[in-house]
């Protein structure tokens, strides 16, 4: 049987990249692993699928995680997916895209002549879970635990690249079925923010991990409610968060990096 070619769209939201397929089912775990090979596949974080709608949304995101692993909801990706709705099917620019996370309200920034500018999503309200300490690779890390549709740990301090590396998947084996680590330091300027991410590892950018920063720091009283802008080693996105945390705003850019036709895991 000659296999039948997958029409893909490779996207990315400050470097967090995606392939993104439009489908009526949802592929097997070892051909989204295969597609995000940087190596042998395309080369992504992850593989969103476009499915149709399940309660009264314009669709249904999947998401699967770069190790063939699911996730709820992911901040860059429902970005990514609504501009491609946007710009592929003229929807818009009010869109209710469903997840296994809720349905989440996306506004779509649009230049002249149909270019996505960047898109806003309502992330919904943030859960507070708790406040947890690891004592892992020699330090004592004290984690706070959000849930923005998916789980996360903020270990205020210091925000690099190499203490991510190193300690992000420590922590992330230290919960059961995983978790989302983000290290974050809060300045006058916004919050500086590194995530290691459960199932992908470092990514250049985390929506969720940018919101779930913002929270906890607002929680915590390292800032102020009201908009902060959050800077990733991809680039910033602008995080809005209410007085009481039931109100979570999103905003940044998703952008087309390039489409093909595969064959590969079919």
């Not at 990249?17 to 097997?28: I, L, Q, R, S």
């Not at 399940?54 to 998401?63: E, L, P, Q």
């Amino acid at each position: 049987m000659t296999p039948v070619p997958l029409q893909f769209f490779k996207y990315q939201g400050l470097g967090n990249d995606f392939v993104v397929v439009e489908t009526a089912a949802v592929m097997t775990p070892l051909r989204a692993k295969l597609l995000c090979d940087r190596r042998r596949g395309i080369g992504a974080d992850g593989v969103l699928s476009i499915l149709p709608p399940r309660a009264g949304g314009v669709a249904f995101m999947h998401i699967y995680n770069s190790d063939g692993s699911v996730a709820a909801m992911c901040g860059n990706g429902i970005r990514c997916v609504a501009s491609y709705l946007a710009e592929r099917r003229g929807k818009g620019p009010q869109l209710a895209i469903e997840t296994e996370g809720g349905t989440k309200r996306c506004l779509v920034h649009q230049r002249k002549g149909g270019a996505v500018e960047a898109v806003s999503v309502e992330m919904g309200p943030a859960r507070w879970l708790s406040e947890e300490t690891f004592e892992i690779g020699g330090e004592r890390l004290v984690a706070q635990r959000v849930s923005m549709g998916n789980p996360h740990a903020v270990i205020f301090g210091e925000a690099s690249l190499a203490r991510a590396e190193r300690l992000g998947p420590l922590v992330e084996r230290e919960v059961p079925g995983g978790i989302n680590v983000g290290f974050a330091s809060v300045g006058a300027r916004g919050i500086d923010l590194v995530v290691w991410e459960r199932g992908a590892g470092l990514t250049d950018a985390c929506g969720t991990g940018a919101c779930a920063a913002a929270v906890a720091a607002v929680r915590s009283q390292r800032a102020r409610p009201g908009a902060v802008e959050v800077r990733l080693p991809g680039g910033a996105l602008e995080v809005t968060v209410g007085p009481d945390l039931e109100s979570v705003l999103m905003r940044g850019p998703a952008e087309l990096a390039f489409e093909g036709r595969t064959d590969l895991g079919s």
